[in-house]
Structure formats: structure tokens, C-alpha cells
DNA sequence: AGAGTCATGTAAGCTGTTACATGATTCG
DNA sequence: CGAATCATGTAACAGCTTACATGACTCT
């Protein structure tokens, strides 16, 4: 279960209803995750059916009424039940490496176009988690920030998307290159 | 659908039977992929029904026979369309990055012990991918291999493997760090 | 003799994606 | 006035994981 524990923990730094984490769930809970709405609806609820959030009405004026959850206690602990428990180590898995896998068989152009377009988004997500870092960190700098900041989990998981995103880019770029220094080589086909 | 491009992909180096891929595919095949042999059994089963994949029986006298599975030129078109069409973006997803969100809450110790050991595991991938790589470009260098190999699909997608092992051991050993020296100063809980 | 490997599958269940549906309000 | 945003859901489906099942051969 992967959602059933991300919406937790997303809830610790606060209460959300369905429809705010699902817009931000890209980037700010976790730039790693990334969930439709609907999805959140549904674990919302089972969760709470199962006691581990509950939700408070909030009537609004000019907006829908909305739900805010909160994690139970009963939800807290068994969080901390499944940080302890392990798991199993996590891979790639991305259809661009299937295309990029049969490249050099079945024609490099469309894959070309890919890897580049690729690129671009990683590169726009580096610089969107670039400004979410020093939006995090303040006025600190990283040391000293992971050394005293309240609380750091988002940081420590903004930091591996960055890493995620650069090495994404960089093996696009250069795939991208090699590709297409070979055009001028091999025949394709 | 995923395995259903990465299968046919894979068979386009030769042919192979369920099980053969199903041990390697961790590493060789798709250094990226993973999928039990009964996924594959599965899979191959569809394949051969649409006509994408055809096997023929192989008798083994001191083995069970087995069934070898090459792509159809039906395959292959399929094969050739999906390369063209545009994909997602992919993410992360993984446990641990859940795990690291939280800990400062609810108790760093298991997460530090949980990165530390996805630090080795990342590098004996790292070393099992490194291996491999060399094995694949021969006597060559790799600039040098990368513009004449005949067939670079798979050293492309083993340096993603790589890059992405680094990326991950490296940010582990960071976390785990930072988490232990926070150990000091900050309380639990 | 027992463990491990080669070889193939079935069946159930869990997760996640996509399409569909509704309805008020705000912004250009 | 139409598009986007806020807000919440249902239903169907696709994909992957896990457990179970079988059976012969090889190696220690």
C-alpha cells in the first residue's frame, strides 16, 4: 500500500481536504508522488471509514463546502508502524526506456523527440524544486537549516526529486546525442 | 500498459522462453524492470493470443521442455507505433521517500537503519550495472562503442539503471547522515 | 534425503488510472 | 458568456503483486 500511508503523511503537516493536496501533490507534499483527485476522494474516505483520519465539515460561503482531514491517533500509530516495517527497494520503471531499449532497431527520430522533450520538462521541474527548496529553508543555508529546522521531511524529499529530475535530464540530453550522432553513421532500419 | 512493450522489447535481441527473462530481468533485459516469472508467463500468453509474440516448443531431454518466444512482424509494427506515441512523465514512488517525510515526527531510528541498507543494496547494483557495462562495450571505450556498436539499446538504458542507483544510494547516505547528527540536538517524538 | 533450479501456469486481490457526472462561483 | 477553479464523488477497467500449485531433475 503506497497511498494509504502518503496520505497520512502528507496530513501530519496539517489538515487538507481532497481537492488541495491533489493540485499541489506533484510538488509540495511530495514531489515525488503525484495522485488525480479522484484517487484522493477514495482513499480519503476508506481511511476514514477505517478510523485512521477523520474529516470536520467547513462551511464556506462563496465556495463548496469542504472536508478537512486530520490524522487520528490510531492513524499516527500505524504510520509509525510502517516507517519501521520495511520495504522493498524501488526501480525504474518508464516506458521512455523501453523506447530508447529498441531505438536503434525500429528508428531513433520519434525517440529523439522524446528524450528532448523530456529534458525540458525535467529542467522545468529542477528549477520549480529549486525555489520550493529555498522557500523551505528561508533564510538559512542547507546545513544549517537540516541541522536546527522543526521540520525537515519535505526538504529531505524535495531533494531526492531534484536528484531524480537532474539525473533524468542529463541521461535524456545525453541519449538524445548519442542518437543522433549516429543518424550520420548508421542506416536506420 | 508497460510489460506489454517492455516483453516484445526485450524479445527483439532473440528468443526467450517465460522463465530465462524472468531471472535477468532485474539486470539484463531491463535493468530498470522487474516482474516475476508469472507476470511474464501471463503476458506471453496475451501476446501469443494477439499474434505479437509466437513461440515454438522446444524439447529438453534432461530439462522440461519450454517454449521460446520471438516477435511477430505484427509485433514489431505494434512495437514501432508505440515508440512513436508520446508518454507520461515518470516519478518516483517509493516507500522510503514516505518513510523520510515522517520520520522527524514519528522516529528517525528505522528510517536511518532502513537508508543505510538501501545505500548497499543501491551499490551493489551499482557495481552488478557497472559489470555489465563493461561486458556489453567489449574492448571498446564507451564513446567509442556508442557511435559504432551495432546494438546500444541496452547499454542506454543500463547507464539510466546506473545513474539512477547513484542517485539513490548518495541520497540515502546523505539522509542517514543528517538524520543521525539531528540525533543530538533534537528530541523524538 | 533435502534443497535448489528449471519450467509453467491459475486465481484472487490490491492499487491505480480513466471516464463520467454534478454544480456553484469567479475571472476575463 | 464561456472558461477555469473549487469541490466531491461513482464506476469500470487496466496493471501488477501474491499465493498457490505441479513436477522433474541436479547438486550436496
Given at each position: 500500500?503506497?497511498?494509504?500511508?502518503?496520505?497520512?503523511?502528507?496530513?501530519?503537516?496539517g489538515?487538507?481536504?481532497?481537492?488541495?493536496?491533489?493540485?499541489?501533490?506533484?510538488?509540495?507534499?511530495?514531489?515525488?508522488?503525484?495522485?488525480?483527485?479522484?484517487?484522493?476522494?477514495?482513499?480519503?474516505?476508506?481511511?476514514?471509514?477505517?478510523?485512521?483520519?477523520?474529516?470536520?465539515?467547513?462551511?464556506?460561503?462563496?465556495?463548496?463546502?469542504?472536508?478537512l482531514?486530520?490524522?487520528?491517533?490510531?492513524?499516527?500509530?500505524?504510520?509509525?508502524?510502517?516507517?519501521?516495517?520495511?520495504s522493498?527497494?524501488?526501480?525504474?520503471?518508464?516506458?521512455?526506456?523501453?523506447?530508447?531499449?529498441?531505438?536503434?532497431?525500429l528508428?531513433?527520430?520519434?525517440?529523439?523527440?522524446?528524450?528532448?522533450?523530456?529534458?525540458?520538462a525535467?529542467?522545468?521541474?529542477?528549477?520549480?524544486?529549486?525555489?520550493?527548496?529555498?522557500?523551505?529553508?528561508?533564510?538559512a543555508?542547507?546545513?544549517?537549516?537540516?541541522?536546527?529546522?522543526?521540520?525537515?521531511?519535505?526538504?529531505l524529499?524535495?531533494?531526492?526529486?531534484?536528484?531524480?529530475e537532474?539525473?533524468?535530464?542529463?541521461?535524456?540530453?545525453?541519449?538524445?546525442?548519442?542518437?543522433?550522432?549516429?543518424?550520420t553513421?548508421h542506416?536506420?532500419?
Amino acid at each position: 500500500m503506497a497511498l494509504r500511508h502518503a496520505v497520512p503523511a502528507t496530513l501530519l503537516d496539517g489538515e487538507y481536504s481532497g481537492y488541495q493536496p491533489a493540485k499541489t501533490f506533484d510538488v509540495v507534499v511530495a514531489n515525488f508522488w503525484h495522485a488525480p483527485p479522484q484517487q484522493l476522494y477514495a482513499e480519503l474516505t476508506e481511511l476514514e471509514k477505517e478510523g485512521l483520519v477523520a474529516g470536520r465539515q467547513v462551511v464556506q460561503e462563496t465556495r463548496p463546502d469542504k472536508r478537512l482531514f486530520h490524522v487520528t491517533d490510531s492513524g499516527r500509530a500505524e504510520l509509525k508502524e510502517f516507517t519501521a516495517a520495511v520495504s522493498k527497494p524501488s526501480f525504474i520503471r518508464d516506458d521512455l526506456l523501453v523506447k530508447v531499449q529498441v531505438a536503434d532497431r525500429l528508428g531513433t527520430a520519434p525517440v529523439i523527440e522524446q528524450l528532448e522533450e523530456r529534458a525540458s520538462a525535467a529542467e522545468a521541474k529542477i528549477e520549480l524544486l529549486g525555489k520550493l527548496l529555498r522557500q523551505l529553508r528561508g533564510d538559512a543555508d542547507e546545513e544549517e537549516f537540516l541541522r536546527r529546522g522543526e521540520r525537515i521531511g519535505s526538504y529531505l524529499t524535495c531533494l531526492r526529486g531534484l536528484a531524480f529530475e537532474q539525473g533524468h535530464r542529463d541521461w535524456c540530453l545525453r541519449i538524445a546525442t548519442v542518437l543522433r550522432e549516429r543518424r550520420t553513421t548508421h542506416a536506420e532500419r
